[in-house]
Structures are given as structure tokens and as C-alpha cells.
């Protein structure tokens, strides 16, 4: 499944967005892929396995969350 982080904080590498999914969601990430744009709210897309379930609790906790200075927009993709 892949999960979709925005409004990341610019200077966020790949392995702090692992380890910000390793402590709220017991997953592994398996790819992070970059989401092009203007760098004003970069943004990622994390692919990991997990059910409909740890991707639903997932979502809700990190959506909103201030971390590293900013407030996440987090969404699940189904496609």
C-alpha cells in the first residue's frame, strides 16, 4: 500500500520519514518516492505492506501532525 505525506519540512530525508513510520505505525518501508513540485510543501510517497486496518490507524495519527515544523497532510492511496 502507499501512503502519501505532504507539506513535509524540506531539509526531511528518507530515513526520518522510516523511522517517523517505524515509531507510529509497525511497518517497514519498502520505497520513497519523492513527489516532484515548487518545494514549497514537498511531499512523499512511502510503500510498505500493511492491511486496510494499520493503513487506516496510520493515516489518523500522522494527518495533522506537527512534525519537524510543520503540520502533515497524510492520505492514504488506493491506486
Known amino acids: 500500500m502507499k501512503l502519501w505525506v505532504g507539506n513535509i519540512a524540506p531539509?526531511?530525508?528518507?530515513?526520518?520519514?522510516r523511522?517517523?513510520?517505524?515509531?507510529?505505525?509497525?511497518?517497514?518501508?519498502?520505497?520513497?518516492?519523492?513527489?516532484?513540485?515548487d518545494g514549497s510543501r514537498p511531499a512523499a510517497i512511502l510503500d510498505f505492506a500493511a492491511t486496510s486496518e494499520?493503513?487506516?490507524?496510520?493515516?489518523?495519527r500522522l494527518n495533522?501532525?506537527?512534525?519537524k515544523g510543520r503540520s502533515l497532510t497524510v492520505q492514504a492511496m488506493t491506486r
Do not use: F
Open 19 to 37: 523511522a517517523l513510520l517505524d515509531k507510529y505505525g509497525p511497518v517497514k518501508v519498502e520505497a520513497v518516492e519523492r513527489v516532484p513540485g
Open 54 to 60: 494499520q493503513m487506516s490507524q496510520i493515516t489518523q
Open 11 to 17: 531539509d526531511v530525508t528518507d530515513d526520518d520519514l
Open 64 to 67: 495533522g501532525m506537527y512534525w
